[in-house]
C-alpha cells in the first residue's frame, strides 16, 4: 500500500504563486507515473499534470505555460509549482500515484490539499 501525504495549499491572491508537494510512503512498492488533479467546488475531478519516472510532463491545456509538475524519485515526491494562478484554480488539489506490486498495478490517491485564489 502507497500512502501519499500532500502538503502546501492555502490562499493566494490571482497572479501569486504557491507549491504543492506531495511524499509517497512507501515498503516495497514500485512508484510509477504521479501526477495532479483538481476538483473546483461543484464540479468534477480533472486532470492538472502527470510526470513519469522519466520526468515525461503531461499538462492540462488550462495551466499550460503557468504550471510545472516535477519530481524526486529518490525520496518520492512530486511537485506543483503554479504560478500566475487565477480564481478559476481554486479546487482541492489530490495528488495520484500508479504504483507496482506483486505483478499488478494500483492506484493511490491523496486526502488533498485546498488551493484558493482571491480576485
Known amino acids: 500500500q502507497v500512502t501519499l501525504v500532500e502538503s502546501g495549499g492555502g490562499v493566494v491572491q490571482a497572479g501569486g504563486s504557491l507549491t504543492l508537494s506531495c511524499t509517497a510512503a512507501r515498503y516495497r512498492e514500485t512508484v510509477n507515473t504521479m501526477g495532479w488533479y483538481r476538483q473546483p467546488p461543484g464540479k468534477q475531478r480533472d486532470l492538472v499534470a502527470t510526470?513519469?519516472?522519466?520526468?515525461?510532463?503531461n499538462y492540462a491545456d488550462s495551466v499550460k505555460g503557468r504550471f510545472t509538475i516535477s519530481r524526486d524519485n529518490a525520496n518520492d515526491t512530486v511537485y506543483l509549482q503554479m504560478n500566475s494562478l487565477e480564481p478559476e484554480d481554486t479546487a482541492v488539489y489530490y495528488c495520484?500515484?500508479?504504483?507496482?506490486?506483486?505483478?499488478?498495478?494500483?492506484?493511490?490517491w491523496g486526502q488533498g490539499t485546498q488551493v484558493t485564489v482571491s480576485s
Open positions: 510526470i513519469t519516472t522519466g520526468d515525461i510532463a
Open positions: 495520484n500515484a500508479h504504483w507496482t506490486r506483486w505483478g499488478a498495478d494500483f492506484t493511490s
